[in-house]
């Protein structure tokens, strides 16, 4: 009989998860994806939040070019001293779209950038004469040069322009927001001197200067709105702060940060003190460094940035007045700031310092809110230095479009993966149909080759050993005939040997029939009952049979031969009077169970040889309890194919 081998559920399961493996799309594992934007979601957790600045000061400088999108236009920076550079950042200009989010406004196509040196000559940092610059975000636009060069200025030349995306203006604009130019931490563009020939002017928020005054389309801030600042008002319209330093510092820098009113955007800046006045304070003697005149724009929410000329000294004073009014107040605005900082090199010097006033009539909003106009913070949050603020915009912008992409590539993995399982699932499952459907054709064949043995065993039965016993019996009749006078034990044994043959011959037909499945219509319970009644004789029994049970011809075969061996016993042993048959099974599992009230079994029986050698041909489990009376049990496992 052919045999396959025992693979079983556990084995399918395993066959099932090898054809799985790895699932992947184009070599690179959705868990990898997955580790990848998890790395990158730590980073961009650490990087300060960029957002739009409330009402900026100045947009930038802007190019309106009708019908004229290759005409070259340039801006040139020149800076107050000649510097040792090694980055440049380019803000682009933006407008709020539909949904109010910024997009980026007019940046070139094509440019190419030069730094100016000192003897008149220039050098190329980055040139995009001959292919398109990758479409900018609002974000910062990086390039980094060699540091080892004296440079006195920049000139930034577009090529090829962008159409127009905003209505209500020309065919093509060129438009910046900001160059920054560092040397270290230093902005040595700020407030340098710009020349844009054919720029389009528009008060002061389009010009060329706007394009290095320091204000951006952005706070400089990381927003922490768990604490807000208290900004620092006074009574009047004058104040005036000094610092003193415990040794000689170097400054060439300032910033005042203005009130920034987070619930109604259009009052930020009230209060911003429009005359300012920097001087250095020595021995009584004051020189002024910086004072304003009537230039200064109205506020929004980014700080006043100017650069002065590098001077040392211990003691600094400010001068603050002319408050900007809040267009709506029938009364004078009080003087209103949130941070005031004195820098050297783009290094904050006064964090954390406590200047003295030296106006007397002063009114405090808390008792150290003096301390609060030098602790870093505004009502947006903590101010970031500027470098660190653009090349962190500038990452943040960079991970969220590798984010983008990976959740992009992780969503069609997880698709792939999706469709692979549905795939593999169906293998799965066709296999597993396949195998079920190999193992019942092999079963099959099996049965046939087996009917096909039983059917020749029952040939020669019936053939062979049935036609032997009939001659028998004819043969001892006729022997019975030619002895005259045969004595009393000569009838005897003739007519047992004769009864034996038949009996026999008759228990052959039987075994042929159940052999050839002739009585395959006939229930199983009627043949128990009829075996049981023929061995019985006057032995009263019970059977407790079911209707329908589904073995196959040889597990019948077996099944009433094990009956027969249990009732012979009962009669030749037990002394019993009454029996109780009972058959039951549950799903594939048949138990048989024989008991009788006799006297038990006293010692080893030789038929119980014979009982378990048909269990394990059923390849059941035989099972003996005796005492007053005995129980034989048979469990065995009905075949799947009957």
Known sequence: MLKLPPIGPFGLLLVFLCLRGNTSVSGITTSAIEHEISILEAELATLPISHPSTLPWSRGVSWHLNQQPEKPVSATITFAAPAYIDLIAILPAAYPDKDNKLRPDGFPIRFYLERLLPDGSSEIIADYRENDYPTPGVEPQLFPCPSDTLTAGLKITSTLHLPNQVWLRPSHVVALNEIIAFSGEHNVALNAQVEAPMHTPSGQLWTPQALVDGFTHFSLSDRNLREPNIAYKVNSDKLVLDFVFEQEQQINEFRIWPLINLYYPPISGVGFPKGIKLEKVEENQQSTLYESGESIPHPGSDPYMRQITPTTGKHFRFTLSKPVPEQRAKYRENLSIEEIQLLSAGKILTNGMTPSIQNPNTRKTSSNAVQKL??????????????????????????????????????????????????????????????????????????????????????????????????????????????????????????????????????????????????????????????????????????????????????????????????????????????????????????????????????KRKSLFHLEKRATLLNGKLGIKTGRGTRITLNFKRGLFS
């Open 374 to 603: 030098t602790d870093g913070f505004t009502s947006e949050g903590k101010i970031v230095p500027l470098r660190r603020w653009v090349e962190s915009f500038h990452r943040r912008a960079q991970i969220e479009k590798q984010l983008l992409s990976l959740n992009s590539e992780l969503d069609f993995a997880r698709r792939q993966e999706r469709e692979r399982m549905q795939v593999l699932t169906i293998a799965g499952i066709t296999a597993i149909i396949l195998l079920a459907l190999l193992v019942w054709i092999v079963r099959l064949l099996s049965v046939r080759k087996w009917t096909r043995i039983r059917e020749q065993i029952a040939a020669d039965l019936h053939d062979h050993v049935g036609a032997n016993l009939s001659s028998i019996a004819h043969s001892n009749t006729l022997l019975s005939r030619t002895i005259e006078t045969p004595s009393e034990l000569q009838s005897e044994l003739l007519e047992d040997s004769v009864a034996t043959a038949r009996s026999t011959a008759s228990e052959a037909r039987e075994i042929v029939k159940l052999l050839q499945d002739k009585r395959a219509n006939q229930p199983l319970s009627a043949l128990i009952k009829k075996t049981t009644r023929q061995i019985l004789g006057d032995i009263e029994y019970t059977c407790t049979l079911p209707e329908s049970l589904g073995l196959n011809p040889s597990q019948k075969w077996n099944l009433v031969l094990f009956l027969k061996e249990a009732l012979n016993n009962v009669i030749k042993h037990s002394q019993a009077n009454h029996v109780d048959i009972e058959l039951i099974h549950s799903g594939r599992r048949v138990e048989l169970a024989i008991t009788d009230n006799g006297c038990g079994i006293t010692g």
